[in-house]
């Protein structure tokens, strides 16, 4: 191996010692691609959505359910979370969904799965915000959809710089969506469903991974009764 | 079947754990990589992030045998750098779901070290233009992530004579812009501590 070149190179171009992540960092981003490893995993599996949506208490052990459980009662004390399942062992207390309202007014639903659909659109209108929730199924047709900024992702962006001024975004974990209920005009309500193939060519919603069990589509829809219940 | 061996195995059979480990052992290396090639933490934590994400696609053309995966990813790595856009396309979807920098607390000492450094990388950078795509490849594996020229080979693929070739034209081209005369011999004392203290630096 010829040394002078390097070395050579080396000198004429210096460059900092390497440094390390941030305590926790390295983890965050790892915990981040094992989850779109599974994510890939059930999409190439080839289940339907309702079908994935069913099959996924199956999937998490009654090992995972209670690691959850715990997460939600220490981390969201203050939080509605989906009542779906009676209390029956330790399964029964994993929620599909959590709704947190936050310090500076924003709501943050947490999903684990795409379930209780009325539940969740039950909380969201009783928090005051118009909205239509019929994951894992698609949109309701009496919906109009009304045309949002799309947040494009592209290097060197921060999540918050990309999802600026809009009213509904995913983040700030894999499966969380916040409602910035400050941020949506009078008369405009949101929409959450299971997208068609359609949709997902298309970019008048926000689609997280299109066809996981985990990722509803989020849209902004004209506030009506038929829609949005006002 | 040794270590190594077993984990090429996984890896191309596309158990996630396998990739668990790639992680662990490679992210600090594939991140300092674009940490030079981008000049910016927060891009070559991305670019990290993509380089996994292709490597969890191309994972077939991990090969049984041979020793480690660092060379693959880092071959990978170079790629994402060079096209970023293409890669966030693909994953665009998996991207916007990557957890955000915690914001922490800067310590002065620390803060001042950061804007050297990048102050430092703008310089290194500027110097890079002069340079081919593909030499810039080389320089990347073999000057800063310490590859030999088999593994950068290997990384790229190419062959080792094009490797060496490239290396030597990257001196050339860089001794040119800089007006440098030429040999190692007239360089001062300063210099070629930190010559050595880089050649070190890449020895594993």
């Known amino acids: ?230 | 079947m040794n270590m190594e061996q077993s984990l090429r195995a996984r890896v191309r059979h596309g158990d996630p754990d396998a990739f668990g480990t790639l992680f662990d052992e490679h992210s600090r290396a594939v991140c300092n990589l674009a940490f030079r090639l981008t000049g910016n933490w927060t891009s070559a934590e991305e670019v990290t992030s993509l380089t996994f994400l292709e490597a969890w696609r191309l994972r077939a053309e991990v090969e049984l045998t041979g020793e480690s995966l660092r060379p693959w990813l880092m071959g990978i790595a170079v790629n994402v750098c060079r096209n970023t856009s293409r890669a966030a396309r693909r994953y665009r979807a998996a991207m916007a779901r990557l957890p955000q920098a915690p914001v922490v607390p800067d310590f002065a000492d620390e803060l001042a070290e950061r804007i050297d450094d990048t102050a430092q990388l703008a310089k290194v950078r500027l110097a890079l233009r002069e340079l081919r795509p593909g030499e810039r490849d080389v320089v990347a594996l073999c000057v800063w992530s310490g590859l030999d020229y088999a593994a950068a080979a290997q990384a790229l693929g190419i062959s080792i004579g094009t490797v060496r070739s490239r290396l030597s034209r990257a001196r050339s081209r860089l001794r040119k812009s800089i007006g440098e005369p030429g040999a190692a011999s007239e360089q001062v004392e300063g210099s070629r501590e930190n010559a050595a203290r880089q050649v070190q630096g890449r020895i594993r």
């Open chain 1, 1 to 230: 191996m010829n040394d002078s070149d390097i070395s050579d190179l080396a000198r004429m171009l210096p460059v900092p010692d390497a440094r390390d992540f941030q305590a926790g960092r390295q983890q965050a981003l790892k915990e981040h691609l094992m989850t779109e490893f599974r994510i890939a995993e059930d999409y190439r599996a080839g289940l339907s959505p309702v079908r994935r949506a069913r099959l996924r208490p199956q999937i998490m052990g009654a090992a995972a359910a209670a690691a959850v459980a715990v997460a939600v009662g220490v981390a969201l004390p203050a939080s509605h979370p989906s009542a779906s399942h009676p209390a029956r062992g330790p399964a029964a207390k994993l929620a599909a969904w959590t709704v947190t309202r936050q310090a500076d007014g924003n709501i943050q639903v947490t999903f684990r799965e795409l379930r209780d659909a009325a539940g969740l659109q039950r909380v969201l209108r009783a928090d005051g915000v118009p909205a239509s929730v019929t994951f894992p199924r698609p949109e309701n047709p009496a919906c109009q959809n009304l045309p949002m900024r799309h947040p494009h992702w592209r290097p060197g962006l921060t999540h918050a710089q990309a999802q600026r001024g809009s009213p509904v975004y995913f983040g700030p974990g894999p499966y969380a969506l916040i409602i910035r209920p400050a941020a949506l005009p009078p008369g405009v309500g949101v929409t959450l469903f299971y997208p068609t193939a359609a949709q997902i060519r298309t970019f008048h919603h926000y689609h997280q991974h299109p066809g996981s069990p985990l990722s509803p589509s989020v849209g902004l829809v004209k506030a009506s009764p038929q829609c949005t219940g006002s």
